[in-house]
């Protein structure tokens, strides 16, 4: 049970980042320069990279865990306007949220039991 509660946030986190950054692949179907095209790119890979170094700072302190993804859970809610579209809210907010309680389950039964 411990490294399943140790394990679940992680992998999440890195699932997530994969399926953001999946997003930033579709300006490749655009016809312009290659130069624009890989700007663009990193532009639309910041929130996976985003979650990427999130996942690395707290992959051995789960406190650090429920700091970054709670910060992470209301910058992504205000910068994608999630809180007005229930499907931006589900894809992107949901998920931050349940990692940021998976790291606090995680944090406080490893402390407290």
Do not use: C, Q
Not at 5 to 22: D, G, K, N, S
Not at 63 to 76: R, Y
């Amino acid at each position: 049970m411990k490294l399943f509660l140790f394990l679940t946030p992680r992998l999440l986190a890195l699932i997530i980042a994969i399926f953001l950054e999946v997003f930033a692949f579709d300006i490749f179907d655009v016809i312009i320069p290659f130069e624009k095209k890989f700007g663009i790119f990193m532009i639309h890979s910041i929130p996976s990279l985003f979650l990427l170094t999130a996942t690395l700072i707290s992959w051995k302190n789960s406190l650090l865990g429920i700091i970054t993804f709670s910060f992470l859970l209301v910058v992504f809610s205000l910068y994608f306007n999630t809180l007005y579209d229930t499907t931006l809210f589900l894809v992107i907010s949901v998920p931050l949220m349940i990692i940021a309680f998976l790291y606090a389950l995680d944090h406080f039964l490893k402390r407290f039991v």
